[in-house]
């Protein structure tokens, strides 16, 4: 069991531009989140998968943030269109699928816009 | 929904002292708490979680914590710090029908001074 993976760790971008970002989560795990975290803040839910079906995405911070998880393995979240306000942590996680399992947390990805 | 409150931004503490992390949480239904701990460049690691039973939660590292329903608390504790604890420190809510993600508080800033 190697844990979640996310890569890039960091990611630099100029204002305009768009970003991806991967994560892989641990193998036997079906779900797995996406949060945000900005300076001095707690995590912030962005949207989460049940293998490939995404159940919730009405807290994506705009139509410019969009995640897949195609095959129910691994997930990608794209940025299109970057702002400054983006450059925050983006932090992925997985679990079993019941509410009680403990989510597992990347090391996360730490995106500045400049 | 559910929210969290995190009563302390910051807490220093000398070596060897017990300290106290206090969290307050509101939902209308009935929901799990977990505390987690973040390193500094770090994603998230689990010390304890409530999910039902003995009030009293034992972690990792030392770490326990009690939850009061009456007084809507989950307060993490630790008897006698080390500077290796010195860390930022989350406290998180989910709902038991496993709708929401976790809701986490903005967090407490744990400065152990030798």
């Known amino acids: 069991d190697t844990g979640v993976s996310q890569d890039p760790r960091h990611k630099i971008t100029k204002r305009g531009q768009n970003v991806t970002f991967r994560c892989d989560p641990i193998?036997?795990?079906?779900?797995l989140y996406w949060y945000r975290q900005t300076l001095g803040q707690g995590p912030e839910f962005l949207t989460y998968?049940?293998?490939?079906?995404?159940?919730?995405k009405s807290r994506l911070l705009s139509d410019r943030f969009s995640a897949e998880r195609p095959k129910g393995s691994f997930s990608t979240l794209e940025i299109q269109r970057t702002e400054q306000g983006d450059s925050a942590m983006y932090l992925c996680a997985s679990s079993i699928s019941l509410s009680a399992d403990t989510q597992y947390f990347g090391p996360g990805t730490r995106l500045t816009v400049l | 929904a559910q929210s969290v409150t995190q009563l302390d931004s910051q807490v220093p503490v000398f070596e060897e002292a017990p300290v106290e992390l206090r969290c307050n949480y509101s939902s209308s239904v009935s929901v799990y708490l977990f505390w987690y701990v973040q390193y500094p460049n770090q994603g998230l690691q689990l010390l304890l979680k409530?999910?039902?039973?003995?009030?009293l939660v034992k972690g990792i590292n030392g770490f326990e914590a009690e939850f009061n329903k009456s007084q809507t608390s989950f307060h993490l504790r630790k008897p006698s710090v080390h500077i290796s604890d010195t860390a930022e420190y989350f406290c998180?809510?989910?709902?038991?029908?496993?709708?929401?993600?976790?809701?986490f508080g903005k967090g407490t800033r744990l400065s152990v001074i030798a």
């Open positions: 193998s036997e795990h079906n779900r």
């Open positions: 409530y999910l039902s039973g003995s009030t």
């Open positions: 998180a809510v989910s709902d038991r029908a496993g709708n929401t993600p976790l809701v």
């Open positions: 998968f049940q293998n490939e079906a995404q159940l919730e």
